[in-house]
């Protein structure tokens, strides 16, 4: 019985992934257009997870790009976006908001001075109303961390 206990904690615990996303379906969020959102789900693509795999390579975004009629440029914003809601916690407001604070990718997030990127994230979230609630040092810490664990980086 301890022997079972012991596995499944361990399961639970040790063989688990280390920073697995919440993934959204496309259909309850708002970071695409409702056509396009309705061209992706009718292809099987039906969450952010599903979308991220198809954007992570520069040679998925540039297919994506030419198969759905979306400029380069707003396709790599979205993937990046993505790449950000990789973070547990992280959903597609705060993920605008930490775009719209001048964090682009998982790397520039790694890499950020938490009580920098609070002042930076709580001065546009005043401007932009973003999020209903401000961040704070705990969450930003917390974002930070875990997107140190994130092992899928676009390209």
């Given at each position: 019985?301890?022997?079972k206990i012991?596995?499944?904690?361990?399961f639970?615990?040790?063989?688990?992934?280390?920073?697995?996303?919440?993934h959204?379906?496309?259909l309850?969020?708002?970071?695409i257009?409702?056509?396009?959102?309705d061209?992706?789900?009718?292809?099987k693509?039906?969450n952010?997870e599903d979308?991220?795999?198809?954007?992570?390579?520069?040679?998925?975004?540039?297919?994506?790009s030419?198969?759905?009629?979306m400029?380069?440029?707003?396709v790599?914003?979205?993937?990046?976006?993505l790449?950000?809601?990789?973070?547990?916690?992280?959903?597609?407001k705060?993920a605008?908001?930490?775009?719209?604070?001048?964090?682009?990718?998982?790397?520039?997030?790694?890499?950020?001075?938490?009580e920098e990127?609070?002042?930076?994230l709580?001065?546009?979230?005043?401007?932009?109303a973003?999020?209903?609630?401000?961040?704070?040092?705990?969450?930003?810490?917390d974002?930070?961390?875990?997107s140190?664990?994130?092992?899928?980086?676009?390209e």
């Amino acid at each position: 019985m301890k022997l079972k206990i012991a596995l499944c904690l361990l399961f639970l615990f040790g063989a688990a992934p280390v920073a697995q996303a919440s993934h959204y379906d496309l259909l309850d969020i708002d970071i695409i257009s409702s056509d396009l959102t309705d061209k992706l789900v009718a292809a099987k693509i039906e969450n952010t997870e599903d979308l991220f795999s198809m954007l992570v390579t520069k040679a998925g975004r540039e297919d994506f790009s030419k198969k759905y009629n979306m400029p380069v440029a707003e396709v790599e914003k979205l993937g990046r976006k993505l790449e950000l809601m990789q973070i547990v916690g992280v959903g597609p407001k705060a993920a605008a908001l930490l775009q719209l604070s001048g964090i682009t990718s998982l790397k520039m997030l790694t890499e950020s001075k938490p009580e920098e990127l609070l002042e930076v994230l709580l001065r546009v979230n005043r401007e932009f109303a973003i999020t209903g609630v401000q961040p704070d040092l705990t969450v930003v810490r917390d974002w930070i961390e875990k997107s140190k664990k994130v092992v899928n980086h676009m390209e």
